[in-house]
C-alpha cells in the first residue's frame, strides 16, 4: 500500500510539475513597462514553490515507499530529531521569502506607490453594472464635475455631467472603449457608480478594484499596439461574467487624430 | 504542571430517558458532536451538488439539467442555469462548506465528541450552552436553506458579500432582497453558536482536565481544538459585529458600508457616509482567521492518527503545539492580503505581507514534522493513516501556492483568477476534508461500537486522492492563464480556449463526487450492520481508547473518571499491552525503543 501511494504520488507530482514547467497555461505576453518585473518576480517564486514542491512530495512518496509494513523492522528517530528542520524552515523558507517580498515590494511600489509621469495622459474611468466608460479631458485639458443625482442612462449621461452649467464639462469626451497611444505613460481615476468592480488587463499584468466613495488612481505604460481586453474582476452582480471593455494601444498619431475627431463631435 | 484533580466522582447530571432529551434536545456532548456531524454531512452533500451544478454550467452552458427546472423555475428555466442563479449556487456553495462543513465537521463535531473524552472529563464544562450551540447553528442552516425559496432567489453577492452589493437591497438585482438578508441573519446565528462553542471548548479544556492530565500530556487534536477556539472566539465576534452592521445597512436604513452618491437601477441611493472597505476588513478580520479555524482542527487530527499508524511518536510535539499556537495568532496580522488590490492604502499591502509569508514558517515546520514523523516508521497504512498522508501532501500543494499569492507584486496578476480558486481549495477545503476523512474513519468504532469497511475506504481514499488533484490541480494552470473566477460563462476572447480545461474539470469533479458515494455507503452501512468493533482498534493510546464501551456510557467513563500517566503518543515502547503504553495505564515510564 505504502508503494502505491509513493508511485500514485510520484506520478501526480512530476505531471503537475512538467504542464508547468511546459508553459502550456501562462500569462499571455506582457504589454506594459512594469510587467517584466512581476514576470520575474512570478519566475521566481515558481522555482522556489516549485523546487519545495517537488522536494517535498517525493520525500513523502520515498518515506511511504520504504517504511510501509516493515513489520520486524525497528522505528528510527528522524536524523537530528525536529532541530534541522525548524532550523531549515526558518533560514531557508524564511530568508527566501522574505527576500522574494522586498525585491518583490519594489515591483509593486513602482507601479501603485510612485506618482505617474507628469506628462501622463489622464482618463477617468468610470465602472458601472455592467458597463466600464473612459472620458477624456477633451481640448481644455480639464475634467468637468460629476453629478451623481443627474446621472441618467437614457440620455446617454453615464457620469452625471453638467454641460448645461459647466464649462469644463461641455468637451469631455466619453466613450465605451480605452483608447491609448502606445509608450505613453497613462494615468487611471478610478470610480464606481454603484458597487465594487474591478479593472483587470491579463497582458498589462494590471488589476485595481474600483470602490464606491473612492477615486483610485492607476497608472501605467503600454509598450505594444493591439486589441485587449479589459474585464470586471471583482463580483458585481448577475452580468459580472460579461462585463467587459476594449483597450486599444494605438500609435500617437492615430490616437491623435482619433482624439480630435472626438473633440469635433463634441 | 499540576492538573486539577478529578474531585467530582459522581454523576453531574443524570442520563436522560425520554427520547427528545436523550436525541434531540440533548445535553450529552457526545450526541451532540454526533448532531453536529450529522449536520455537516447534510450540508456537504447539498454543498457538493451544488458544486456539480456549477461545473457542468462552466463546461456546458446551454446543458438543461432537467430536475432544477422544477426545483427553481426562477433560476434554472428550461433546467438552463442563468447568470444570477450561478451565483447563487457559488454563494450558497461557499458559505454552506465554509460554515456548515469545514467549521462545523472538525471543529464543533469532532471536537465536541472527542474534547471532553480525551481530557478524562465526564462533559463539557456548560452543557447547556452546548445544546444552544448546536441547535442555533441548525438554525441557521435553516435559514440559510430557506433562502432557495424566496422569490428572487439566494444571495448571490459570493460568501465575502462585499458590500455596497450585498447592502443595498433589492436595487442591486436579483438574490439583493430576502435572499442577501437571510444570508445575514444565518450567519449571525451561527456566530452565536460558535462563540457558546468556542467559550465551551476553552473552559473545558482548562478547568476539566482530570487528574495527571497535565498540558503537556494533553493529545494533540485537544491542543488544536483549544487553539481553535480561542481564535474563533475573537473571530466569530467580530463577524457577528460585522453581520449585524450589514443587516442594519439592509432594514433600516443606516449606512455603515454605502456612501453616499450612488446610483443604481437608475436611483440615487438614500446613504451617505459609509465605508465598503470597512466590510472588507471587518470580514476578512474574521475571514482569514477562519482559514484557520478551518484547517487547525486538520492539524490536530493528523497530528492525532499518524502516530498511532507509524508506531512512533510525534517529531517535536512541543515544536507542532507552539507551530499551531503561532498560526493562530498571526492569524489576525494578515487579513490584509485578500485586499492588496482592494484600493486601501497601497503601502498597508506591504504590511502584510510580510507577516502572511512569515506564518508560512510555522505551517513548514509543521509538514516537515509529519513527514519527519513518518520517516523511520513502521507504518500500517490503513484508511484513515492513507488519508493523513493524503492530507500532508494536498496541504503541501495548496500551501505553497500561498507564496505566490502573498506577494501584492504577484497578487496584481493573479488576484480573483482560478489560482486563488486552486490554492484555497487545496489548503483549506480539501485537507481539511482530508482530516476529517482520516477523523471518520479513525473515530468511526468508538463513536458506533462497529467497524467501516476497509476495502472501500482505501477506494475511497484513492478515487478522491487522485480525483481531488484532477479537479483542482489545473485550477492553477487557470489562473496563470488569466481565467477570472466567479463568472458564470466565459464569453470573453481570452477565455473561450480555456474551456476544454474547464470539461476536464468537471468531469473529474463528477466523478470525484461520485467516489463520496462509496464513503456514504460505507458510512450507512456501517452505522447499522458494520461488525462490532474490538475496545481499541488501531491500538492507540488517549483517553477516548480507555472509555468502558463504545459508544462510550453517559458520562464516559462510568463514574470512574480516569487518572493520567503518560503522554499521548507513547508508541514504539515495551508496554504491557505490545509496542504502546495506554496515557491511563499506571506502569512505568517504559524503555523507549528510539527517542523522539
Known amino acids: 500500500m505504502g508503494k502505491l501511494f509513493a508511485v500514485v504520488l510520484t506520478v501526480i507530482t512530476l505531471v503537475a510539475t512538467a504542464i508547468v514547467a511546459m508553459h502550456i497555461w501562462w500569462p499571455p505576453p506582457d504589454i506594459s513597462v512594469h510587467g517584466p518585473g512581476i514576470d520575474r518576480q512570478l519566475g521566481e517564486t515558481m522555482i522556489m514553490a516549485g523546487i519545495l514542491f517537488v522536494v517535498s512530495q517525493l520525500a513523502l512518496a520515498l518515506f511511504a515507499w520504504q517504511y510501509s509494513a516493515a513489520d520486524g523492522r525497528k522505528i528510527k528517530t528522524f536524523p537530528g530529531g525536529p532541530t534541522p528542520l525548524v532550523v531549515f524552515a526558518i533560514l531557508l523558507v524564511g530568508i527566501e521569502t522574505l527576500a522574494l517580498t522586498f525585491v518583490g515590494s519594489k515591483v509593486w511600489a513602482g507601479i501603485f506607490q510612485t506618482p505617474p509621469d507628469p506628462s501622463s495622459l489622464q482618463v477617468d474611468v468610470q465602472a458601472e453594472q455592467f458597463a466600464f466608460y473612459f472620458r477624456y479631458p477633451g481640448p481644455d485639458g480639464t475634467f468637468g464635475a460629476t453629478h451623481p443625482e443627474l446621472i441618467n442612462e437614457a440620455s446617454e449621461n453615464y457620469l452625471g455631467l453638467d454641460p448645461a452649467h459647466d464649462p469644463d464639462a461641455r468637451d469631455d469626451i466619453v466613450v465605451p472603449t480605452l483608447r491609448i497611444p502606445v509608450n505613453r505613460p497613462i494615468a487611471l481615476t478610478l470610480h464606481a457608480k454603484d458597487v465594487n468592480h474591478s479593472f483587470y488587463v491579463p497582458e498589462l499584468r494590471l488589476q485595481q478594484d474600483f470602490v464606491p466613495g473612492l477615486r483610485i488612481p492607476l497608472h501605467f505604460t503600454a509598450t505594444r499596439t493591439g486589441r485587449y481586453e479589459i474585464v470586471c474582476t471583482q463580483l458585481c452582480g448577475l452580468g459580472h461574467y460579461n462585463m467587459r471593455a476594449y483597450l486599444e494601444v494605438m500609435p500617437q498619431d492615430a490616437f491623435d487624430q482619433w482624439l480630435k475627431q472626438q473633440a469635433a463631435q463634441q | ?596
Open chain 2, 1 to 596: 504542571m499540576h492538573a486539577p484533580a478529578a474531585s467530582v466522582a459522581a454523576h453531574q447530571h443524570a442520563p436522560p430517558t425520554g427520547f427528545w432529551r436523550k436525541h434531540v434536545f440533548s445535553l450529552d456532548h457526545k450526541v451532540i458532536g454526533k448532531q453536529y456531524l450529522d449536520l455537516a454531512l447534510v450540508a456537504v452533500v447539498t454543498g457538493m451538488v451544488l458544486s456539480w451544478l456549477m461545473r457542468i454550467h462552466l463546461a456546458w452552458p446551454d446543458l438543461p439539467i432537467p430536475f432544477l427546472a422544477k426545483l427553481s423555475p426562477n433560476g434554472a428555466a428550461g433546467g438552463v442555469i442563468t447568470p444570477e442563479y450561478y451565483l447563487s449556487l457559488m454563494t450558497m456553495h461557499a458559505t454552506i462548506m465554509v460554515f456548515f462543513v469545514l467549521t462545523s465537521a472538525p471543529f464543533a463535531g469532532f471536537g465536541n465528541y472527542f474534547l471532553p473524552i480525551q481530557v478524562g472529563a465526564e462533559d463539557m464544562a456548560f452543557p447547556r450552552f452546548n445544546m444552544m450551540s448546536f441547535w442555533t447553528t441548525c438554525v441557521a442552516f435553516l435559514v440559510l436553506i430557506s433562502s432557495f425559496f424566496v422569490s428572487d432567489g439566494p444571495a448571490l453577492s459570493g460568501w465575502t458579500a462585499y458590500a455596497p452589493l450585498s447592502a443595498v437591497g433589492k436595487d442591486a438585482g436579483p438574490g439583493q432582497g430576502l435572499g442577501q438578508t437571510l444570508w445575514g441573519l444565518s450567519i449571525a446565528i451561527f456566530c452565536v453558536g460558535q462563540l457558546l462553542g468556542s467559550l465551551n471548548f476553552i473552559t473545558t479544556t482548562l478547568d476539566l482536565r482530570t487528574k495527571g492530565m497535565s498540558l503537556a500530556r494533553m493529545p494533540y487534536s485537544t491542543w488544536a481544538w483549544f487553539i481553535t477556539s480561542v481564535v474563533g472566539l475573537i473571530a466569530f465576534s467580530v463577524l457577528l459585529a460585522a453581520c449585524i452592521l450589514l443587516l442594519l445597512d439592509r432594514v433600516a436604513g443606516t449606512s455603515f458600508f454605502i456612501p453616499g452618491g450612488l446610483v443604481i437601477s437608475d436611483r440615487l441611493q438614500p446613504h451617505s457616509g459609509g465605508s465598503p472597505l470597512l466590510w472588507q476588513h471587518l470580514f476578512w478580520f474574521f475571514g482569514h482567521p477562519e482559514v484557520y479555524i478551518a484547517i487547525l482542527p486538520g492539524f490536530g487530527i493528523v497530528s492525532h492518527i499518524l502516530p498511532v499508524f507509524a508506531r512512533k511518536p510525534l517529531l517535536g510535539p512541543r515544536v507542532l503545539i507552539a507551530c499551531m499556537a503561532v498560526i493562530g495568532g498571526l492569524s489576525y496580522t494578515i487579513w490584509g492580503h485578500h485586499m492588496f488590490l482592494s484600493g486601501m492604502n497601497p503601502f498597508s499591502a506591504l504590511l502584510f505581507s510580510v507577516p502572511t509569508l512569515i506564518i508560512t514558517i510555522p505551517s513548514t515546520i509543521a509538514t516537515l514534522l509529519w513527514i519527519g514523523t513518518v520517516y523511520g516508521a513502521k507504518l500500517r497504512l490503513q484508511t484513515p493513516a492513507l488519508f493523513c498522508l493524503g492530507f500532508i501532501s494536498v496541504f503541501v500543494s495548496g500551501g505553497l501556492s500561498g507564496f505566490f499569492l502573498a506577494q501584492p507584486s504577484i497578487d496584481t496578476y493573479l488576484h480573483a483568477t482560478y489560482f486563488v480558486v486552486a490554492h484555497f481549495h487545496f489548503v483549506m477545503a480539501v485537507a481539511a476534508m482530508f482530516g476529517i476523512f482520516a477523523g471518520t474513519y479513525f473515530w468511526f468504532p468508538k463513536m458506533f461500537g462497529r467497524m467501516m469497511n476497509e476495502t472501500l475506504g482505501k477506494w475511497h481514499f484513492w478515487l478522491t486522492f487522485v480525483g481531488v488533484y484532477c479537479v483542482f490541480f489545473p485550477m492553477h494552470y487557470l489562473g496563470l492563464a488569466g481565467n477570472v473566477r466567479r463568472y458564470a460563462a466565459f464569453t470573453d476572447d481570452y477565455l473561450k480556449p480555456l474551456i476544454p480545461l474547464h470539461r476536464f474539470i468537471t468531469i473529474a469533479a463528477l466523478f470525484t463526487g461520485a467516489a463520496q458515494l462509496i464513503f456514504l455507503y460505507n458510512l450507512i452501512r456501517a452505522r447499522f450492520w458494520g461488525p462490532p468493533a474490538p475496545a481499541n482498534p488501531w491500538q492507540a493510546t488517549t483517553l477516548e481508547w480507555s472509555t468502558p464501551a463504545s459508544p462510550p456510557p453517559f458520562d464516559n467513563f462510568g463514574g470512574h473518571p480516569p487518572a493520567v500517566y503518560h503522554g499521548p503518543d507513547e508508541y514504539g515502547v515495551q508496554g504491557t499491552a505490545g509496542d504502546y503504553i495506554m496515557q491511563a495505564s499506571s506502569e512505568p515510564e517504559p524503555a523507549r525503543l528510539a527517542g523522539r
